[in-house]
Nanobody, 126 residues
C-alpha cells in the first residue's frame, strides 16, 4: 500500500514563506504534484514535476514566480517551496503521485494521479 505523507504546513503572514514536503512510502512515480483546496472551493492544481530531467515543471498561473516544485527521485520525495504567500494561497495542500501525462490526462488533471496524501493545512494571514 503506497502512502504519501505531507509535512510543512502552518500559519504564516502574507509575504512569508513555507516549504512543504511529501514522501512516498514505496513505488516509483513519473509525476508527483501538489493540489490545494480552499474552504468552499474545488480542489485545484498547484504544481507538478516529472522524474524526467528534460521536462520542465508545471505551475498554475496563480503561483508562477512564487512557488517552486522539486523532486528527489532517490528519496521518493517532492517539495514545494512557497514564497511571497498571499491570503488566497490558504487551503489544504495535497501531494499526489501518478503515471506520465498522456493524451487522456495532463499533469494538471487530478485524474492522472492514483495516490493522494491526507493533506497539510496552509493558512496565510493578511
Amino acid at each position: 500500500q503506497v502512502q504519501l505523507v505531507e509535512s510543512g504546513g502552518g500559519l504564516v503572514q502574507a509575504g512569508g514563506s513555507l516549504r512543504l514536503s511529501c514522501v512516498a512510502s514505496s513505488g516509483t512515480f513519473v509525476t508527483m504534484a501538489w493540489f490545494r483546496q480552499a474552504p468552499g472551493k474545488e480542489r485545484e492544481f498547484v504544481a507538478a514535476a516529472l522524474s524526467w530531467s528534460n521536462v520542465s515543471p508545471y505551475y498554475a498561473d496563480s503561483v508562477k514566480g512564487r512557488f517552486t516544485i522539486s523532486r528527489d527521485n532517490a528519496k521518493n520525495t517532492v517539495t514545494l517551496q512557497m514564497n511571497i504567500l498571499k491570503a488566497e494561497d490558504t487551503g489544504r495542500y495535497y501531494c499526489a503521485a501518478g503515471k506520465a501525462p498522456n493524451s487522456d490526462y495532463s499533469a494538471i488533471s487530478d485524474l492522472l494521479y492514483t495516490y493522494w496524501g491526507q493533506g497539510t493545512q496552509v493558512t496565510v494571514s493578511s
